[in-house]
């Protein structure tokens, strides 16, 4: 039996509610994690949905699939074809990636940016736009120059961008040399990249953000989100204190 989740979309006028859209999406099949990560744009006529557990390009590797609104039939209408994640091989074992473990979309619905966070290796972060009849990736993957799957991992496991895709924003689960894979050894902890499109390539702005005593089983940038010209970051770090 097919996975799915529900989509309940309330448009509300100034004074009275005026429509109420309800849709359901499927995950192409069980086991997928269809709705790991979601986001909508701007008008709520664009939907990004991330699987990570999708199976199409070798297991695991994750896709993400992007619908649009059809208000004629007040259903979802697939854009484009599913955006398959790449499998790789980090100390000779096979990873699948888990892309769409983080998605995020930008305004207008013409920009999504997916993070593929296997917890296990140095994971990335790509950036598609909407050309013509399918999505495109944008510049290269966005690898933060210290997640180098030796003891920091996790890269994509939150995302951001901005309204127009200019501007995007990830999180590296873990940031430490000699970081064990779901340590919480004291040491490692969480990083925040923010890059920008300039001359069809992805420039980090800046140096990677981490809060100076994040450390022993915290999260930092757990959640993230960027404003609309990519010029603010909101950084969460929602375990700071356990013990």
């Known amino acids: 039996m097919n996975k799915c989740f529900l989509i309940f979309l309330l448009f509300f006028p100034i004074i009275t509610m005026s429509q109420t859209i309800t849709g359901i999406i499927h995950g192409e099949t069980t086991g997928d994690e269809s709705g790991t990560s979601i986001a909508l744009d701007d008008d709520g006529s664009h939907v990004v949905i991330g699987a990570p557990g999708n199976d199409g390009n070798g297991d695991d590797t994750g896709h993400v699939r992007v619908y649009i ?7 979802w209408v697939q854009l484009g074809s599913d955006i398959d994640g790449t499998p790789t091989t980090y100390l000779n074992s096979y990873r699948g990636g888990s892309s769409g473990w ?6 207008d619905g013409s920009h999504i940016i997916v993070g ?6 140095r994971g990335y972060a790509r950036v598609f736009a909407w050309v013509g009849s399918e999505w495109v990736q944008v510049g290269s993957d966005i690898i933060p ?15 951001s961008i901005d309204d127009d895709g200019s501007h995007i924003a990830l999180t590296t689960r873990r940031i430490d040399n000699d970081c064990p894979m779901i340590s919480n050894n004291s040491g490692c902890h969480g990083q925040v990249d923010i890059y920008t499109m300039s001359n069809g390539n992805w420039s980090r702005v800046g140096g990677g953000i981490t809060h100076p005593s994040s450390g022993d089983n915290e999260e930092f ?5 960027l404003d609309g010209d990519g010029s603010h970051i909101a950084i969460a770090d929602p375990k700071r204190g356990e013990q």
């Open 116 to 121: 593929a966070a296997d917890l296990g290796i």
């Open 69 to 75: 609104r059809d208000n004629s039939s007040s259903s």
């Open 221 to 225: 940038g757990g959640s993230i989100s």
């Open 145 to 159: 120059p210290n997640s180098n799957g030796s003891g920091s991992w996790g890269a994509g496991y939150r995302v």
């Open 102 to 107: 983080s998605v995020d979309i930008d305004n």
